[in-house]
Every structure is written in structure tokens, then in C-alpha cells.
């Protein structure tokens, strides 16, 4: 990889204002019922991770859909002015969306995406930075 480029991992992820429930210890043959609520608010929020840099770009958003994809994209664009972003993202359908490709056309000198394997979410290290944040 050259000075100018820069790599970065992508993943969106969605919080509830509830915490999420792991695990829970109980005495043995007491087991208890844990109230859920089934109204509850939630917060999208697109972000990366540069590895080098130990940096991490988020961005919220009302939903997870091309336009915001396309928002987050020229929010991380502005971050890195002088670079060549290499974006590594899950293949969500909204990242393939037709409305991108004039974008995606534009910056195609400054941006190139490169999507995982299906069904491998452990490769994407924003995926961790998540997990560690819902923990």
C-alpha cells in the first residue's frame, strides 16, 4: 500500500436504547423471567476504522439505506481529502444499490470498495468495535 491510501473497515450497526441481554446466571432450578419492552428507540450509526491511524469515523443515521450509505461515503471522502480510500464492507444490499454507481463513478479515483465473502462478518473489524461497544 502506498503513503496515499488508506484502508479502512465499514460496518453499520444499530443500538436500542435497552441494553442487550448476554448472559445472566441464575441458581440452579430458579430460573427467573427478565422483562423486555417491546418499545423501544433505535439509533443507526454507519462507521470505520482505520487500523493504522487507531481511528474510528461514525456517522448516525434515522435508517441503513443507499442515500445514507452514500451520505457516510462522502463524509469519510472529506475526512481523508488527499488519500485513496480502500473501504472493506460486508455485502448489505444497500452497498450495491444502483442510485450509488454515479457516486461511486465520480470517485473512482479517489475510493474503491471491496466487499467480504458472504457470511463473514468475523473478517470485518468494525463488526469487533461494535461488540465492544454493546458489551
Not at 22 to 33: D, L, P, R, V
Request: glycine share 2%.
Amino acid at each position: 500500500m502506498t503513503p496515499d491510501t488508506v484502508l479502512l473497515y465499514q460496518d453499520e450497526c444499530h443500538f436500542k436504547n435497552q441494553p442487550t441481554l448476554h448472559a445472566t446466571w441464575f441458581e440452579k432450578g430458579k430460573q427467573q423471567k427478565i422483562p423486555v419492552y417491546r418499545k423501544y428507540a433505535t439509533t443507526s450509526v454507519f462507521g470505520t476504522v482505520d487500523v493504522d491511524a487507531e481511528k474510528v469515523l461514525c456517522l448516525p443515521a434515522t435508517t441503513c439505506n443507499a442515500q445514507t450509505f452514500q451520505t457516510f461515503l462522502a463524509y469519510v471522502m472529506r475526512e481523508y481529502p488527499s488519500k485513496h480510500v480502500i473501504l472493506i464492507l460486508d455485502n448489505a444490499r444497500y452497498h450495491h444499490a444502483i442510485v450509488l454507481k454515479d457516486f461511486l463513478k465520480r470517485h473512482e479515483d479517489d475510493l474503491t470498495l471491496l466487499f467480504l465473502p458472504p457470511y463473514s462478518s468475523n473478517l470485518n473489524l468494525m463488526g469487533r468495535v461494535w461488540k465492544l461497544l454493546k458489551e
